[in-house]
């Protein structure tokens, strides 16, 4: 009985021939196609795992609004709606060069694929300013998770509040980022090392991102809050309980039973699930971020062709699920009204 | 040339290695090892780690089965004992039975049962690997800080205000659970896209399946446990107040997330076992499998039904009585399946040509020490009994015949099934079914006396106990014991042959399946180039020949 032949490709072959190596085609896959269908395959899994990863989180969600509805609605007035339907649209622009990125890929154009990486990490890393803008806005009125959360007692929700070095810690990562790639983009650049002078400058540019991000931050609620009507502090855009509507704007929910409690505020619940959510999907961008550099490496090295795109079409998928997470995470935390 | 099979006329697929160049000798050094991506060796080096873990963990159930030999205080203060049963339950749990079969065995024969040259991602098998090492190294880091005594379960609020290294081992856990994710992808992708031609999805054989089915539970559910561990750890060191009551939280809540995962982990434990004792029936009955697609499709249906059930864990931690309920029938469901299995066995040993080799002798012993777990599972399952049994020795007897008895004793026929394949030495053959047996007769002494103890109502957990129980518990600890003796006789027999041993044909059992068609040890690359697959229970495919010690291809 003969082995029947499974090539689909001419130069199919157990071991590494010389014609396997521009498909990069791995020694124990028969042919390309079979590689690819795998690694499609194995990606569609990771994001099932990440969904169940995440759906933890979602059960935490749905588990205490239900018992604590009235502590959500309150309790999402903290969260700025602009900011947080900016960074939406950050990252779905961000999908959009993502998956551009990919067709290029599939065309064989790297120039195009170069530049919609680098466009996808810019957002991510606006994305990333942004939410180190709001984290420590939050931080500087004491609204922290659990048993930290101690808000501030007298000034509005918005504006008027002392300033920690939160925010200035949290920037330090991409400051050095962005001096660290700049100065070796000069460094390739002088040495006549194009490709990685390159990549330096284009990781440059997403550093600088983050700056924007963060300037943006800082700027737009002060805008926002000139133009659209103040966002009045008192909940009375929730239905009415009447406890509620008398309470000053900080004076926060408090469960029936101080002692069971130890006076703590219900609210603190709300913020252990939004930082818990929200920051294990930062880290889902960051190490998306990390991956993407990596394929912008690989990219400008000239690696991926029209045969061979299958890395930037999975990266592709998990940056669509960490996009489509923010796209659920937006409305449930930003939008409850 | 001595020792190798070699048939006359190579059926395609045969490696055509040097003889004497394998995948053991193919690269020395440790580098080669530390650094490989051949499955076989990755495969050898989570035997070597999980029957290390298997080794320490019975080390714990020796120190508690001894302390516990008289009721008052032999040895242990009231917590350490509590240290010793946490680090017993976490070790054999998280670092031995949830890897065990998959990773070690599964990793070696998965590729070579499809006739492949690799998994899907050798990379991440090795990364896989190197996860389930760190997760052992921050265990291990448990162990020396001292002062775990959480139960493995890890429940709150004890968990998250207790002063004990719980963080060290719940990171040890969710790293883990990486490792267990990871395999269990390359083994979906692997079977789905690497198998050869002529082995469509019912030509498999059923280890296969069972591997299939096993790894969509660790993709799906391990996860869950990830998230719970990340909570769990934010909860102790952040106070997020997600499972505190004092700050608004719900203990009870981590009970759910615990055992979504929990449940479908013992799962993981005993569907690769079942798809042993598939493999050892037939062959050892030297008969088709019966009901192949009966069993196949049970062990997609256990997989599934074993996401709906993990409340009955939870049946005296406050649930509506319509969740009760619920739970209660689903769980009855669960155990037919496993049922159908056992039938399915049984009707292909009818009529079969009976060989008692030490594989066979450890595959009998499973389907009665499994039976006997699966159905004190119902009583567990039951409303009524549950409430008197739950947190009682029952549910340890339980689990340990199901776990013990089940996949263990699975693992160990899978061990001395495959153990020529994988290191071209056949072992004593007379002293290894004495092994079988005292394990056998050590296992049911130490077990089945715990079932009285549960139903008279001894606790589970407890240091000391009213003198009434003493002569059960000393009738465990002596079986303990005689099973420790066993298992180390067992381990004896395989080391000695790994010396001493006579060298292994190709085939030596007769089994059809791919595996066999390659040399004994394999060679480094398994295939020269990729075979077809026939039917992998027909056994008019080979027969045995004397000279060469061996099954060979029947001469067409």
């Known amino acids: 009985m003969h082995e029947s032949a499974i090539s689909g490709a001419p130069h199919a072959g157990g071991e590494g021939h010389s014609h396997g190596s521009e498909y990069h085609l791995a020694h124990h896959f028969e042919t390309p196609r079979q590689q ?39 309790a999402h007035k903290y969260l700025d709606k602009v900011l947080g339907g900016f960074n939406t649209i950050v990252l779905l622009f961000s999908s959009l060069t993502m998956a551009w990125g990919v067709r290029c890929a599939q065309l064989g154009q790297k120039r195009g694929l170069t530049w919609c990486l680098t466009a996808t990490l810019i957002c991510a890393s606006l994305f990333l300013g942004i939410k180190a803008v709001e984290y420590t806005h939050k931080w500087d009125m004491g609204l922290y998770w659990g048993q930290a959360f101690a808000p501030v007692a007298e000034g509005a929700l918005h504006g008027g509040h002392g300033h920690t070095a939160w925010l200035v810690y949290l920037s330090i990562p991409a400051a050095l980022a962005l001096l660290g790639f700049a100065v070796r983009a000069v460094i390739n650049r002088v040495r006549g090392r194009q490709e990685a002078a390159l990549v330096a400058f284009c990781l440059t540019l997403t550093a600088l991102a983050f700056f924007v991000g963060v300037g943006l931050g800082k700027a737009v609620p002060a805008v926002t809050s000139k133009l659209l009507p103040a966002e009045s502090s008192v909940p009375e855009a929730a239905p009415q309980h009447g406890q509620a509507a008398a309470l000053p704007p900080t004076q926060q929910l408090v469960v029936g039973d101080p002692q069971a409690m130890s006076g703590i505020s219900l609210t603190a619940i709300f913020f252990s699930i939004y930082y818990a959510m929200t920051g294990v999907h930062a880290i889902h961008i960051l190490a998306g971020m990390g991956v993407l550099a990596w394929l912008l490496g690989r990219a400008v090295r000239g690696e991926f062709t029209d045969k061979y795109f299958g890395p930037v079409d999975f990266v592709g998928l998990y940056w669509h699920l960490v996009d489509l997470i923010w796209i659920y995470l937006f409305p449930l935390l930003y939008l409850i009204h | 040339m001595s020792g190798y099979a070699m048939p006359h006329d190579s059926p395609a697929g045969q490696a055509t290695a040097v003889p004497g160049d394998n995948y053991l000798t193919h690269d020395r050094g440790l580098w080669s090892w530390v650094f490989t991506l051949d499955h076989k060796r990755i495969g050898l080096m989570y035997l070597v780690g999980i029957l290390s873990s298997f080794l320490l963990g019975g080390i714990f159930a020796l120190l508690i089965r001894a302390e516990l030999f008289t009721p008052g205080k032999m040895f242990l203060t009231e917590n350490r004992y509590n240290e010793m049963f946490t680090l017993h339950g976490a070790i054999m749990t998280f670092l031995f039975i949830i890897p065990s079969i998959p990773a070690a065995l599964g990793n070696f024969m998965l590729p070579l049962m499809l006739g492949a040259k690799d998994v899907a991602f050798p990379r991440m098998n090795l990364a896989s690997f190197f996860l389930w090492v760190g997760g052992a190294i921050f265990f291990l880091m448990a162990l020396a800080m001292g002062g775990l005594d959480t139960g493995w379960t890890f429940y709150t609020p004890y968990s998250t205000t207790t002063s004990g290294t719980v963080v060290a081992a719940t990171i040890g856990a969710f790293i883990l659970g ?140 406050g649930q509506s009585r319509l969740a009760a309920i ?31 080799a030490a594989p066979m002798c450890y595959a009998l012993s499973f389907m009665l ?58 072992y004593s053959e007379r002293w290894s079914r004495i092994a079988c047996l005292i394990i056998f007769v050590g296992f049911n002494l130490t077990f089945l006396p715990q079932f009285l103890l549960g139903t008279r109502g001894m606790p589970r957990r407890y240091a000391r106990y009213l003198p009434e129980f003493q002569s059960l518990h000393q009738m465990s600890t002596i079986g303990s014991l005689v099973l420790a003796s066993g298992l180390f006789l067992a381990a004896g027999v395989l080391l000695y042959a790994l010396f001493k041993g006579k060298r292994a044909p190709a085939n030596p059992w007769g089994s059809p399946s791919l595996e066999w068609t390659c040399s004994s040890p394999p060679p480094a690359h398994n295939f020269d180039s990729t075979p077809t697959a026939g039917d992998p229970y027909d056994y008019s495919v080979n027969e045995y020949s004397a000279e060469a010690e061996g099954y060979v291809a029947v001469q067409k």
């Open chain 2, 178 to 317: 990486f490792s267990s994710i990871f395999t269990g992808l390359n083994f979906i992708v692997t079977i789905n896209t690497m198998r050869p031609p002529g082995m469509t999805w019912f030509k498999m054989p059923l280890f296969l399946w069972s591997l299939y089915a096993t790894s969509i539970i660790q993709l799906l559910a391990t996860p869950v446990l990830g998230i719970t561990l990340v909570l769990l750890t934010a909860e102790k060191l952040f106070h997020i107040g997600i499972f505190d009551p004092k700050l608004g939280g719900d203990p009870v809540l981590y009970q759910h997330f615990f055992w979504f995962y929990s449940h479908p982990a013992v799962y993981i434990m005993i569907l690769p076992a079942m798809g042993i004792i598939s493999e050892l029936v037939s062959v050892f009955s030297r008969k088709h499998i019966f009901g192949y697609r009966f069993i196949a499709y049970s062990s997609i249906a256990i997989a599934v039904f074993g996401f709906l059930v993990w409340g009955h864990h939870m049946f005296v931690s």
């Open chain 2, 369 to 426: 020490l499994f039976g006997i777990g699966g159905l004190t599972g119902l009583f567990l399952g039951t409303l009524a009994t549950d409430v008197h049994l739950h947190d009682t020795y029952f549910v340890v007897a339980h689990f340990h015949y199901v776990m013990m008895g089940g996949t263990l004793v699975a693992f160990l026929g899978g061990l001395h099934y495959w153990w020529p394949k994988m290191f071209g030495r056949m």
């Open chain 2, 326 to 356: 619920t739970f209660s029938a689903l769980t009855f469901s669960v155990s037919i399946p496993s049922a159908i299995k056992v039938f399915n066995w049984l009707a292909t040993m009818y009529k079969g040509s009976i060989s008692l």
């Open chain 1, 36 to 74: 690819f269908d795998a690694g499609k395959l194995g990606m569609w899994l990771f994001l099932v795992t990440e969904v169940l990863f995440f759906s933890g989180l979602f059960a935490a969600y749905a588990v205490y609004r239900s018992n604590h509805p009235e502590v959500f609605v309150d």
